[in-house]
């Protein structure tokens, strides 16, 4: 079993940017296919990123491609979501995950070990 930390969420005004952190404890990171999942005011939760375990891949939803960035630092065990040019949509909080696939993983189902959510709220 792993334990997933979220850390990084706040308010920040639209433009601005957010750096996101998760860091999993009792296992390493490279154990993980890992993602970013959030869920906004009256909304589903929706994908946001994923990256690989050996983070040579990742993948992105439409709605962030270009603005969010996912990166993994294994020396730290830490897992990254660089989120810049923020709107009001991205108003949400967000969840780091972690899945068992070798591949890359998009689908909620696909991860079974959830953190507590972090929230982050972009005023307009």
């Known amino acids: 079993q792993v334990h997933l930390v979220e850390s990084g969420g706040g308010l920040v005004q639209a433009g601005g940017s957010l750096k996101l952190s998760c860091a999993p404890s009792?296992?390493?990171?490279?154990?993980?296919?890992m993602g970013w999942f959030r869920q906004g005011p009256g909304k589903e939760r929706e994908f946001v990123a994923a990256?690989?375990?050996?983070?040579?891949?990742?993948s992105y939803a439409g709605s962030v491609k270009g603005r969010f960035t996912i990166s993994r630092d294994d020396a730290k065990n830490t897992l990254y979501l660089q989120m810049n040019s923020l709107n009001s949509e991205d108003t949400a909080v967000y969840y780091c995950?972690?899945?068992?696939?070798?591949?890359?993983?998009?689908?909620?189902?696909?991860?079974?070990?959830w953190g507590q959510g972090t929230q982050v709220t972009v005023s307009s």
């Open positions: 009792r296992r390493p990171l490279s154990s993980y296919c």
């Open positions: 995950a972690a899945s068992s696939d070798y591949g890359l993983a998009v689908a909620i189902s696909s991860y079974a070990y």
């Open positions: 990256i690989s375990r050996s983070g040579s891949r990742t």
